[in-house]
């Protein structure tokens, strides 16, 4: 995703330009066309190329992927982004409460190794294989809760939350943020703290979806 960004930038294409054929930009990109798809796919939903079928791959205003101005967001028509985050909050913050409690050292081992990728695949640039790491990250830690209820929820609408937590990445500047939230959940997950593990995971969403340009209401605002 993010050398697609960079070819924009540097071929200087202008909104409504055409990118070359998706075969051309794989070659070029040394990718397959799957990652390729994949890609394009996500800077669709971000508002920075718009793929339209059978004709090509057309940039897009670069304002749209600002988030102060807004964002598209492919599930509007089922839930808003700004409930799909306020979901996760208190969905995702009670089930690391949970795990806290019962994360075995092997466990951990598997999360703390899922944090430094993180950090590597995040200093390269790539936000798409960051994206899935992130998301997971949070799957691994809903399914070590121990309620399948929730997992489940998850698991059903995985299109849904791997989106949202895709959405963040639109400030590159800032997505080493998401790294550091990792780290102070895992820090406490490895103490096996359930009240500071539950806080720092639903901070860490919370500003996610800030840096998403979206606040959302809980029972302490």
């Keep these: 995703m993010q050398a697609i960004r960079r070819l924009i930038d540097e071929q200087g294409y202008r909104p409504g330009d055409a990118l070359p054929?998706?075969?051309?930009l794989a070659e070029r990109?040394?990718?397959?066309?799957?990652?390729?798809?994949?890609?394009?796919?996500?800077?669709s939903a971000l508002g920075l190329v718009s793929v339209q079928a059978g004709k090509g791959v057309f940039v897009q205003a670069p304002s749209r992927m600002d988030a102060a101005e807004g964002f598209a967001w492919p599930f509007a028509a089922q839930v808003s982004a700004a409930d799909t985050f306020q979901l996760r909050f208190a969905l995702e913050g009670f089930a690391c409460g949970l795990a806290a409690g019962?994360?075995?050292?092997?466990?951990?081992?598997?999360l703390e190794d899922n944090v430094e990728r993180m950090r590597g695949e995040l200093r390269a640039g790539d936000f798409e294989q960051a994206?899935?790491?992130?998301?997971?990250?949070h799957q691994r830690i809903l399914a070590a809760s121990g309620n399948q209820a929730m997992f489940g929820l998850v698991a059903s609408s995985a299109a849904i939350f791997l989106e949202s937590?895709?959405?963040p990445?639109?400030?590159?500047?800032?997505?080493?943020?998401?790294?550091?939230?990792?780290?102070?959940?895992?820090?406490?997950?490895?103490?096996?703290?359930?009240g500071p593990a539950q806080k720092?995971?639903?901070?860490?969403?919370r500003a996610a979806a800030l840096r998403t340009g979206i606040a959302f209401a809980t029972l302490g605002d």
């Design 21 to 24: 054929s998706q075969r051309d």
């Design 29 to 43: 990109l040394g990718v397959s066309r799957a990652s390729l798809r994949e890609a394009l796919s996500s800077l």
């Design 102 to 110: 019962v994360l075995t050292a092997e466990e951990l081992d598997v």
């Design 131 to 137: 994206a899935r790491l992130d998301f997971e990250f």
């Design 165 to 167: 937590q895709k959405l």
């Design 169 to 194: 990445f639109i400030r590159p500047e800032r997505a080493l943020e998401t790294w550091q939230e990792h780290r102070k959940i895992l820090r406490a997950l490895a103490r096996h703290a359930a």
């Design 200 to 205: 720092a995971m639903q901070q860490h969403i």
